[in-house]
């Protein structure tokens, strides 16, 4: 697909070209930070996401972040899907008796918002340039690589979701907080069936393993052939986002990026602490860019000052 055709389905050719210049010209591109634990942060609850019952401050955080110097900003869906919705209940004739009326519609029609208040924000701030992701993670809980669905319902899901953001005008799909290398071949493959770039995410331990005991090693022999713009390490703490890193430059050849969080989670909330400021968050960034990180930026608990540093200092 063109950049002129991704325009006019409503992708930003601009976004696409600056973005791909930088990583072929081997410039590091910024991302932004958290948006959910932002929203938090900000005293509001994030569990409803806000996208219909607050947009204004979904926007503003957007336009946050884009005055940092953010060249990506992330849609505001993780765990969004129809998926979601469902697990509340014990079956769809359970949801449809006592849930919300169409919370499946209800789903898509939050995703298409979401990724029009991040259009909306780039708009205003006058940065064309700057590329929206659609934000998606793990079909069920994130951390959970054990309950990974099974590959048809997955290959399903997965085209159906892709096809959501890509209609609505993101010009990425950010796989992010993956933990089994099955799973991310599946959605990386509906997203080149559906000619969206596409970056993926895996969640790193203290050892630089994926929470299901896969090695970096795994991860790149499974996305071997696979159409893949970024591989990165996000959603853990910033001591095992670099261990991830270093075992993922040892294996994979292509471009590389992380995005760690900072505090703690309490379900059903996050935690704001303060043993990893902005400072000590950019001394690890900084050993990520050595390790030859094409994209930085901040997950859960990280801010825009987080985002604001890196700018300044990672240039």
Not at 56 to 75: K, P, Q
Not at 90 to 109: F, S, T, V, Y
């Amino acid at each position: 697909m063109s950049s002129q055709q991704r325009a006019d389905r409503g992708g930003n050719g601009r976004a696409d070209a600056a973005r791909k210049r930088k990583l072929q010209d081997k410039e590091i591109i910024i991302m932004d930070g958290g948006i959910g634990t932002e929203i938090l942060r900000r005293g509001v609850n994030w569990a409803s996401h806000q996208i219909q019952d607050d947009p204004g401050l979904v926007r503003s955080i957007h336009a946050d972040y884009i005055a940092t110097g953010a060249d990506v900003i992330t849609t505001n869906t993780f765990q969004l899907s129809r998926r979601s919705f469902r697990n509340h209940f014990n079956d769809r004739q359970h949801m449809e008796a006592i849930g919300a009326l169409a919370l499946e519609e209800q789903a898509d029609e939050l995703i298409r918002d979401a990724v029009g208040l991040a259009r909306q924000a780039r708009e205003a701030s006058g940065r064309e340039e700057v590329s929206i992701a659609g934000s998606m993670t793990t079909l069920e809980w994130c951390f959970r690589p054990d309950l990974t669905p099974e590959t048809e319902a997955m290959q399903e899901e997965y085209r159906q979701q892709v096809q959501l953001f890509r209609d609505a005008g993101a010009d990425l799909i950010l796989f992010e907080t993956f933990n089994r290398v099955a799973e991310a071949r599946i959605a990386l493959q509906a997203a080149a069936e559906l000619k969206i770039p596409a970056w993926m995410g895996f969640v790193s331990d203290a050892e630089g393993r994926l929470l299901s005991g896969e090695t970096m090693r795994d991860v790149a022999a499974g996305l071997k052939g696979l159409t893949v713009e970024v591989v990165l390490i996000n959603c853990c703490p910033v001591d095992h986002t670099t261990r991830g890193m270093e075992e993922l430059a040892r294996h994979w050849p292509g471009p590389t990026g992380a995005f760690a969080h900072v505090g703690k989670f309490y379900p059903p909330v996050w935690h704001f602490t303060d043993e990893c400021p902005p400072e000590r968050y950019l001394k690890e960034a900084r050993r990520w860019k050595e390790l030859g990180a094409a994209v930085i930026g901040g997950c859960c608990g990280t801010t825009p000052p987080y985002i604001d540093l890196l700018n300044s200092d990672l240039r």
